[in-house]
Nanobody, 125 residues
Framework: VQLEESGGGSVQSGGSLRLSCAAS?????????MAWFRQAPGKAREGVAA???????TYADSVKDRFTISQGNAWNTLYLQMQSLKPEDTAMYYC???????????????????WGRGTQVTVSS
């Protein structure tokens, strides 16, 4: 599975961005899932949002009601619509996928075996 993120950039606080992740080489199944993670300098990588094959979505508390995860084109593209951005959202954002997932209320690094290289999001105050 190959994943490539795009759409990052620099915005002011309160602004919006939409990240995209192009996926290839995967085999969609009833246990497939994709997710977004982020990692700020000096901090651990953290789960932002995930979407499962049954349509279930999960969000970190810090982004609920501001970010929306979705997939398109038969799971060939993953999106993250980010609104009301805050300086603390500044991080490298990574797309992830796995072929053996179960819906979960948490987004955990260890649950995903495929990763993109990331796209930088910078939010200025």
């Amino acid at each position: 599975v190959q994943l490539e993120e795009s759409g990052g950039g620099s915005v002011q606080s309160g602004g919006s961005l939409r990240l995209s992740c192009a996926a290839s080489g995967h085999t969609y199944s009833s246990t497939y899932c994709m997710a977004w993670f982020r990692q700020a300098p000096g901090k651990a990588r953290e789960g932002v949002a995930a979407i499962f094959s049954d349509g279930t979505t999960t969000y970190a508390d810090s982004v609920k009601d501001r970010f929306t995860i979705s997939q398109g084109n038969a799971w060939n593209t993953l999106y993250l619509q980010m609104q009301s951005l805050k300086p603390e959202d500044t991080a490298m954002y990574y797309c992830a996928a796995d072929e053996l997932c179960a819906p979960s209320s948490t987004v955990v690094v260890g649950d995903f075996g495929y990763w993109g290289r990331g796209t930088q999001v910078t939010v200025s105050s």
